[in-house]
């Protein structure tokens, strides 16, 4: 069986690596492009790339896989399945008609269909997710489901966190797929239910804004999801202020009867039990949110008794400044 895998970022890597450890083919990898990373700009390989090499699998970067000619080149690789994991692509009806196209789309399908899937779901409050191999067609997440895996999610998992449980679950599920190929499933599927049909579109700098108005718990499930990208940030006396990590404090409640995004002083933190000298707490839509390691442009990721022995923010308003620092 000769398999053409396409895939990009590390989801996609442990998909292809459980691939190639089982002792399948792999006549080739499509990944997107090298694209420039961190504040030097330096270009840096996908994840997918950087095994296929280490395999000596052949790899192929188009900017865009529709044109002619990447479409006779992959047409001539003579693939019998096409897997693909997080490519970030759309294939054309005319890749689509090579060979089947199978996917290990990283949710519960017809759910968070798009590009966001797993930080959505955790943003979501969502108690479990999945992978869900499916046969893909012209639309969005929109093919026939062959098989799927549930995967819990905890309230610790951050979006690189549930990731790699994702990847793993994905990995079984193309091995499953495989194995049913082999017995002469033809990986036909059944059709989505579109009535239950949820789109997670693609993120952006703006998701990760914190928005002050929100509940204590919906706040701190949308810093564990965006962990990586965007990242959470606030703002603060017009500069951005990078909020890695948070807890809830209070789940319910207004116990100073300040605007959404107040920092408590020392005086009104002390009453509420916490420690004025290593805890900050903020009040959000509902409840009390704490906020534990902070980082000011130009400066180092701090835990909040740290950053507080350097910035007096005990008393301040959060988010009034709503202009991004790019």
């Not at 990283?106 to 191999?133: D, F, H, K, M, N």
């Not at 579109?201 to 914190?210: I, N, Q, T, V, Y």
């Amino acid at each position: 069986m000769r398999i053409v895998f396409m895939g990009t970022p590390e989801y996609a890597e442990v998909c292809l690596r459980g691939v190639r450890e089982a002792g399948y083919e792999v006549a080739a990898v499509y990944t997107q492009p090298d694209r420039p990373k961190g504040r030097k700009g330096e270009l840096s390989a996908p994840p997918v790339k950087e095994y296929a090499l280490s395999q000596g699998i052949p790899v192929f970067q188009p900017e865009r896989i529709r044109r002619k000619a990447e479409v006779e080149r992959l047409r001539q690789l003579k693939p019998d399945l096409i897997l693909v994991a997080a490519y970030g692509q759309i294939l054309s009806k005319a890749i689509l008609s090579i060979a089947p196209c199978i996917n290990a789309h990283a949710s519960l399908l017809p759910r968070y269909r798009g590009c966001s899937p797993i930080q959505r779901a955790i943003a979501a409050g969502e108690s479990v997710t999945g992978v869900t191999v499916m046969r893909m067609d012209e639309g969005v997440d929109t093919g026939n489901m062959i098989l799927t895996r549930e995967v819990p999610v905890t309230d610790q998992d951050t979006g690189d966190s549930l990731e790699m449980k994702l990847a793993e679950a994905g990995a079984e599920a193309f091995l499953a797929a495989l194995s049913a190929w082999e017995a002469g499933d033809d990986l036909t599927g059944v059709p989505q239910d579109e009535s239950l049909a949820t789109y997670a579109p693609m993120l952006s700098r703006e998701d990760g804004r914190m928005d002050w108005s929100l509940s204590a718990k919906e706040m701190e499930r949308a810093v564990r999801a965006f962990t990586s990208w965007p990242a959470s940030f606030t703002r603060w006396k017009g500069k951005t202020l990078k909020v890695q990590e948070v807890r809830v404090f209070l789940e319910s409640g207004r116990p100073g009867g300040h605007p959404n995004g107040t920092v408590f002083t020392r005086e009104e933190a002390a009453g509420l039990g916490a420690k004025p000298d290593r805890q900050i707490l903020v009040q959000t839509g509902d409840g009390v949110l704490e906020l534990r390691a902070l980082q000011l442009p130009g400066k180092k990721m701090l835990q909040a008794d740290a950053f507080l022995r350097g910035c007096p923010l005990l008393g301040e308003r959060l988010g009034e400044d709503e202009e991004p620092e790019l």
